[in-house]
């Protein structure tokens, strides 16, 4: 597919609205510092997250996959002094490097990144009963996204928004006979997003400087 006018307009979008700061330049620019990959959310992506966050009022916020912290620096900057962000990271190179551009950002009295698998994380956050989070974003590894978002339910409340990256993958989505496990897991989420009664929910397309992808949108009932 022809990309070229969707990266130019979303270069329209983020020089008119996306403005990125120095800490978020020095986050993209650590990634290849660090030979970390180029995952993070877009500048207009991180700016739409941290909208959604204002929009909940979110004091609360969790993200499952912290990379070097791009996605997390925008959504912290719509928390309120009292507010927190974990973020939950497996790599703890990748950790490190979130660490410290959270802390070039002045966030670190605001952003938690704890080290492990999600799934482990998350199954002592809801043993301990953890208080419910106001936003969700799932953006970790794609196998265990229903996993992921069975977990992210038990740690919502009536209202919580949880959103989730990367679910139509450049269309790929609609290869029924896909051998690409990301693929596969993102297919078997979106088909139990459709039955799950538990949350009203939508999936937007995504265009621009990233390859086309979705972000699954729902807010729990
Ligand atoms: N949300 C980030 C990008 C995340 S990229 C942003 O937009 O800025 C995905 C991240 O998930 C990578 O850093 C990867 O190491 C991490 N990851 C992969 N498997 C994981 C797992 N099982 N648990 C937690 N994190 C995982
Ligand atoms: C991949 C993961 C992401 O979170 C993303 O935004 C883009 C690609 C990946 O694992 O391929
Ligand atoms: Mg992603």
Redesign the pocket.
């Known amino acids: 597919m022809d990309n070229s006018l969707f990266e130019k307009v979303d270069h329209y979008i983020a020089d008119l609205l996306g403005a990125e700061d120095e800490a978020l330049k020095a986050?993209i620019q650590s990634l290849d510092k660090e030979g970390?990959?180029q995952?993070?959310?877009s500048a207009n992506?991180?700016k739409f997250l941290q909208i959604m966050a204002m929009t909940c009022g979110a004091k609360r916020i969790l993200?499952?996959?912290?990379?070097?912290?791009?996605?997390?620096?925008?959504m912290a900057r719509a928390l309120p002094k009292d507010g927190k962000l974990i973020?939950?990271?497996?790599?703890p190179g990748?950790?490190a490097v979130?660490k410290d551009n959270i802390q070039k950002a002045g966030l670190s009295d605001l952003v938690e990144v704890r080290i492990?698998?999600?799934?482990?994380?998350l199954s002592k956050m809801i043993s301990y009963k953890m208080s419910p989070f106001d936003l969700i974003?799932i953006?970790?590894?794609k196998p265990?996204y229903t996993e992921y978002f069975e977990a992210a339910l038990k740690l919502s409340r009536p209202g919580t928004l949880i959103i989730c990256?990367n679910v139509i993958r450049e269309g790929k989505v609609l290869d029924a006979k896909s051998h690409d496990d990301k693929v596969q897991g993102v297919q078997r989420f979106n088909q139990m997003l459709s039955k799950n009664t538990a949350v009203l929910a939508t999936i937007i397309q995504t265009v621009g400087t990233k390859e086309h992808d979705g972000m699954a949108i729902a807010v729990v009932r």
């Open positions: 986050t970390m990959p995952f993070s959310v992506q991180g993200e499952l996959g912290t990379l070097g912290g791009y996605a997390a620096i925008w973020t939950i990271e497996s790599d990748h950790a979130a492990g698998k999600a799934i482990d994380v974003f953006d970790a590894d265990p990256d």
